[in-house]
């Protein structure tokens, strides 16, 4: 049996009968790439919106956020790299679409409006969060995606009519950067363009000394965000040293305000993460 190719990422993984792919979460079973980390669940808990981070949807509201395993980029400063790298075994931590939009349901009258997909790359589980946004829809409640937005069109596309909200992180704005991450940018930028056409979009920057915290580069993102939409909100956020990336110092709060002021040139909302 040949090979197949896995559609949801642009790094399109070729995968041999019960291989599984560079993210984790995907697998060739029986000739056809699925998510195996179809619900299975490694975190749950009824966020403030603010945390997602969404500064300019329904704000002072709550989320009931879900997260399983796995991740198709290789942050080495991933701040969630605890539960992005976890690992679910089969059969343990399953939580079906029904249940959670049950949750959900159950939760309204703690303020929550809906159910996120997030903590790990949500989207490797492009089945998982099609099938709850579905659910959700019919409850008329709302969908929120945090996600590093290196998806392929197609898959994007198919759910964009079901999701309301997204926080995308933009996570430099030079292919070296990407390259360190495992990625590449112009994926990620075309998420950008994709998603805020049909949904509400907030962007994420986290900044690292020496890595992409030049005023240089926040000008060149900054002015390309603008161009999308110049009320895009972007959140530009602190680094603190976390899983393979110990050796640089968390990043100065005057960087961050520096930066955002930058950013607040071209831009109508910048808000300031973790200072």
Known sequence: MSAIKCPICPRGCSLEEGQTGFCKGRANISGKVISVNYGRVSSI???????KPLAHFHRGMKILSVGSYGCNLRCPFCQNYSISQSFVPEGEGYTSPEFLVK???????KRNIGLAYTYNEPLIGFEFVRDCSRLIVEK???????TNGY??????????P?????????????EDFYELVGGRLDPVKRSIELASRKSHVEVTTLIIPGL????????????????VDRRIPLHVTRFFPAWKMT???ETPVDTVYSLAAIAREKLLYVHEGNV
Not at 45 to 51: S, V
Not at 140 to 146: I, P, S
Not at 212 to 223: A, G, I, T, V
Request: net charge negative; hydrophobic share 40%.
């Open 45 to 51: 808990a009824l966020d403030p919106i603010e945390k």
């Open 103 to 109: 949750k959900a349901e159950e939760l309204v009258s």
């Open 140 to 146: 008329g409640l709302k969908n929120v995606v945090v």
């Open 151 to 160: 998806v392929n069109e197609g898959p994007l596309t198919e759910l964009l």
């Open 162 to 174: 079901m999701i309301h909200a997204f926080n995308i992180d933009l996570k430099g704005f030079t």
């Open 212 to 227: 992409n915290d030049s005023e240089q580069e926040m000008r060149e993102l900054s002015s390309w965000l603008a161009s």
């Open 247 to 249: 050796d640089r110092p």
